[in-house]
């Protein structure tokens, strides 16, 4: 059953997306939107994992104030929330992950197969619109004390048009045509944005139920890696070691892992404009690693 949901959830809308440039060649889509759809997805999605998530939510990094007010603005185009609030709900997500009072579980309802299939539902977009806020004053106080961060926030509203607005605009000056900027308004805009929620909402849910546990978390923790969403995530679905160690500046930290989000991470650190990276420690991340802790037990 699991294998089917993660099947329909991960698998299904991106066939469907592959199937459609195709058929739609030349009449509703062309190599202009795809490209500017490439764009947009690759800069917002950085500006959430590597903006919000991995530096304001979790501090994996010190960068200098334009790359963070810029790496806010990217995030905040995403559609996902302004960035304050963005920040507190993931916070309050690491305080009481799977267990009451995580805005996002999967577990909500219980363990039985209904009730974890009500929870990937809930967990991946049915809480978006429950009535349960977070407080931003109690979970991201030092955001609220920053007047640059404060000034994106406010900006959240206009910056919701300018990402629709722009791929119009560039599709329009690129293809000469107010149809070439619907196009690209449609590729580059609305399912851009759609994909980049679905993929963010996997990570919620699915990187919570199906997957690997090889390093050790909280006992009511049950965050998973899930491969199939690495490189289209930017690394965030090595999910587990980013629970086990969620200052981690690096989620993907054995072989073969891909992880985009760090790369950037590290090319921001050789120009100079963060510092203070908090990298994998070797022996910290072997101290988490289940395998190693069971066979020292057996050992001793």
Do not use: K
């Not at 490189?231 to 679905?237: A, D, K, T, V």
């Amino acid at each position: 059953m699991y294998v089917t949901v993660t099947a329909l959830i991960v698998i299904a809308p991106f066939v469907g997306l592959g199937l459609a440039v195709p058929l739609l060649w030349g009449s509703v889509v062309g190599p202009t939107d795809l490209v500017l759809a490439a764009v947009f997805y690759v800069v917002t999605g950085l500006g959430v994992t590597v903006g919000f998530h991995r530096g304001l939510t979790h501090g994996s990094y010190t960068a200098v104030p334009a790359l963070r007010i810029a790496l806010a603005v990217a995030g905040s185009l995403s559609f996902q929330g302004d960035v304050i609030d963005w920040v507190a709900t993931h916070r309050r997500h690491h305080a009481f992950t799977d267990r009451p009072g995580d805005p996002h579980s999967p577990y909500r309802y219980g363990t039985s197969l209904r009730g974890q299939l009500r929870g990937l539902v809930h967990s991946h977009i049915g809480w978006l619109f429950g009535n349960d806020p977070t407080s931003p004053e109690h979970f991201a106080p030092d955001l609220l004390a920053d007047p640059g961060i404060r000034a994106v926030s406010r900006a959240f509203p206009a910056l919701c048009v300018l990402t629709l607005a722009l791929p119009f605009a560039l599709g329009w000056a690129i293809g000469g045509t107010w149809v070439a900027g619907l196009t690209a308004l449609l590729w580059a805009g609305f399912l851009r944005i759609a994909l980049l929620h679905h993929v963010a909402w996997s990570v919620n849910s699915l990187c919570h139920v199906i997957g690997e546990r090889p390093f050790r978390t909280r006992r009511h923790d049950r965050a998973t890696n899930l491969w199939p969403l690495a490189l289209l995530s930017f690394g965030e679905s090595w999910h587990n070691l980013h629970h086990a160690d969620p200052t981690c500046a690096r989620h993907g930290v054995d072989r073969g892992q891909l992880d985009p989000s760090a790369a950037v991470i590290r090319l921001f650190e050789r120009l100079g404009w963060v510092r203070d990276v908090r990298w994998p420690d070797p022996a910290r991340v072997a101290a988490r690693r289940i395998e190693t802790r069971r066979i020292e037990t057996e050992r001793a």
